[in-house]
């Protein structure tokens, strides 16, 4: 069992940087590889971000590539989501997710924990 917890969330203005974190209970957190989702209202929940189980390997979806990079520390059993030049359109609940996985997964049913998610609204 593993239980994740989202920090970081908030108000900033277009172009402005917020820093995500999710924090995860359990000894076990090296063992899953993590990714970041969002969801707008009335939106699917969208894939954001993917970090191996190492934090060797990422992948970011094209609408963040260049603005947004995920990272992890395992001895602090966190995941990280650095968001850079914000746009209005970034505005959505953050939620991180942990999957037992192999390979780049951006399918949400194919994580098996999630946080709770935190609200990030972007004013232009």
């Known amino acids: 069992q593993v239980q994740l917890v989202e920090s970081g969330g908030g108000l900033v203005q277009a172009g402005g940087s917020l820093r995500l974190s999710c924090a995860a209970s359990?000894?076990?957190?090296?063992?899953?590889?993590m990714g970041w989702f969002r969801q707008a209202p009335a939106k699917e929940r969208d894939f954001v971000a993917y970090?191996?189980?190492?934090?060797?390997?990422?992948y970011l979806a094209d609408s963040v590539k260049g603005r947004f990079t995920i990272s992890r520390d395992n001895a602090k059993n966190t995941v990280y989501l650095q968001m850079n030049s914000l746009k209005p359109e970034d505005t959505a609940v953050y939620y991180c997710?942990?999957?037992?996985?192999?390979?780049?997964?951006?399918?949400?049913?194919?994580?098996?924990?999630w946080g709770q998610g935190t609200q990030v609204t972007v004013s232009s």
């Open positions: 997710a942990a999957t037992s996985g192999v390979g780049v997964i951006t399918k949400p049913g194919r994580y098996v924990y």
């Open positions: 359990g000894r076990t957190f090296s063992t899953y590889a």
């Open positions: 970090i191996t189980r190492s934090g060797g390997s990422t």
